[in-house]
């Protein structure tokens, strides 16, 4: 049988993708003829690009068929040069670095929070800039086209300024929000699910809704209003403005919450609170210690237990229990400007002691001039008390001036209007301008207590008379240290 030529026995076989070549050379061709220009030849038909490597891989092809007889060889011999794709431009977030850094320290599982919350003109990030690629070569000399790289692939809102240098700077203070290709700063932070050790305590400069509850012992801070959907257990909220839970606030131990506005709840159970306008409770108040520094408009709600201060007017269903749970009730009371009111009437008090006491020492220094026994030394010491005296006088005019100005504050600012609209029962105390009313005879509704113009309280009943208060209570004068 003749042998075939040697161009069917040695092949170049070129990769659909052209990312590789091989030469193959088949047992049957006699190794004698096997030489580089034939293969060369096969090489350059096939439309491989031929390179000094190429040739390199060849000869070693050769070699290794001519010392493999009736054996075939199939061997690479080129491969393509792949294109490197360009890098999209990104961001370098250094917020998330910051929680990085954070998760490396010791802290507390309450203090770790899910979320970014950023300030006004913080910068929260860089942009990194796209790098092109570089084109590949395949094995027959054709190029490779390199992906072309995006510049940014976020879409960045007008709540964030990019700077000359590619800094990403916060225009309003609020939470970082990075949903797919879209970055915003939202002044709400919402909540989907619960406050709890997936979210961490909440510290936020703008307004929070909860759509769920806070868990114990979590902390909710913000300088806007809280909202909470859902129930607050034995936690703390402290809000800027108001503060809004609608499905009640039961604590036990370390309730604790700060309204700088109205806090509305449907019950309030074990709660310290101080609320500097209203309070709006739709239910119950049980065994809480409350300063309002507005009104109380709750006519729906019973008050049992705990100690209760407020400055104006109190719309409530009921006050105590018929079991007689102590409960005490502030009213008219101005807590923010009252301790300023003591320390002036201790400070005059002191003045007028001390003046008191100079004015003993100038009329001991007439006695003594009327006798004739008055020394040059006496004389210049009885006119510095002369002095002293004229400007404690001027003291005690400053400071009972200043009296005078705070306590009609006091009096425009206060309101003494307690509506019961149900019950007022025994073991009520009501406190009000230093004189503990203590109730000893249970109420009907509706009932009107107000402050005649002596400063005792008076109420009215359904009837249409005006009846002194103590015909239910007695009365006891209180002291500072009461």
């Known amino acids: 049988m003749s042998q075939a030529p040697a161009e069917q026995n040695v092949r170049a076989v070129v990769s659909a993708d052209k990312t590789t070549a091989e030469l193959v050379i088949a047992a049957s061709i006699d190794r004698e003829l096997i030489n580089e220009p ?107 086209l390199a992906k072309e790289p995006l510049k940014c692939i976020y879409d960045i809102d007008e709540s964030i300024l990019v700077d000359s240098q590619g800094q990403l700077i916060a225009q309003v203070p609020g939470v970082l929000v990075r949903d797919g290709r879209n970055v915003s700063i939202e002044p709400t932070l919402v909540i989907e699910d619960n406050v709890d050790f997936a979210t961490g305590n909440i510290d936020f400069s703008g307004d929070v809704e909860i759509r769920q509850d806070i868990r114990d012992c979590f902390v909710v801070k913000a300088e806007g209003n809280i909202t909470v959907n859902g129930f607050v257990e034995d936690a703390t909220i402290l809000a800027g403005k108001n503060i809004t839970v609608e499905r009640g606030y039961s604590g036990r131990t370390r309730a604790e919450a700060n309204a700088g506005g109205n806090m509305v709840s449907k019950y309030l159970d074990n709660v310290d609170a101080i609320i500097q306008k209203d309070l709006l409770i739709a239910k119950e108040i049980i065994g809480s210690r409350l300063t309002v520094h507005g009104r109380i408009d709750s006519p729906g709600a019973i008050v049992i237990g705990g100690e209760t201060t407020v400055t104006r007017d109190v719309n409530i269903a009921s006050l105590g229990s018929e ?8 009213l008219g009371a101005v807590p923010l400007l009252e301790p300023f009111q003591d320390e002036f009437i201790e400070m005059i008090e002191l003045l007028e002691q001390e003046h008191a006491v100079i004015i003993d020492q100038i009329q001991m220094y007439k006695d003594m001039s009327t006798q004739g026994n008055l020394a040059p030394s006496d004389m210049e010491t009885q006119t510095q008390c002369m002095f002293t005296s004229e400007e404690l006088k001027k003291q005690i005019e400053r400071a009972r001036s200043g009296l005078a100005g705070l306590s009609a504050t006091i009096d425009e600012i206060r309101l003494v209007d307690l509506n019961i609209g149900k019950h007022l029962y025994l073991g009520v105390e009501i406190i009000c301008r230093k004189q503990r009313y203590m109730i000893n005879s249970e109420c009907r509704g509706p009932l009107n207590i107000k402050e005649a113009p002596d400063g005792t309280l008076v109420m009215k009943g359904t009837g249409k008379n005006i009846r002194s208060i103590t015909e239910i209570a007695s009365v006891t004068e209180l002291t500072n240290d009461s």
């Open 323 to 330: 079991g007689g749970t102590k409960t005490i009730l502030h």
């Open 38 to 144: 034939l293969c060369m030849t096969v090489v350059m038909e096939a439309g491989i690009e031929v390179s000094d490597d190429v040739n390199k891989q060849m000869t070693a092809v050769i070699k290794k068929a001519k010392a493999s007889r009736n054996k075939d060889i199939r061997e690479v011999i080129s491969r393509a040069t792949p294109a490197v794709p360009g890098v999209d431009g990104t961001i370098d977030w250094f917020v998330d670095q910051e929680d990085e850094e954070e998760e490396k320290k010791n802290v507390s599982h309450y203090e770790r929070s899910a979320f970014v919350v950023v300030q006004a003109e913080q910068i929260i990030g860089k942009q990194v800039p796209a790098s092109l690629g570089t084109d590949g070569r395949d094995v027959t000399g054709k190029t490779i």
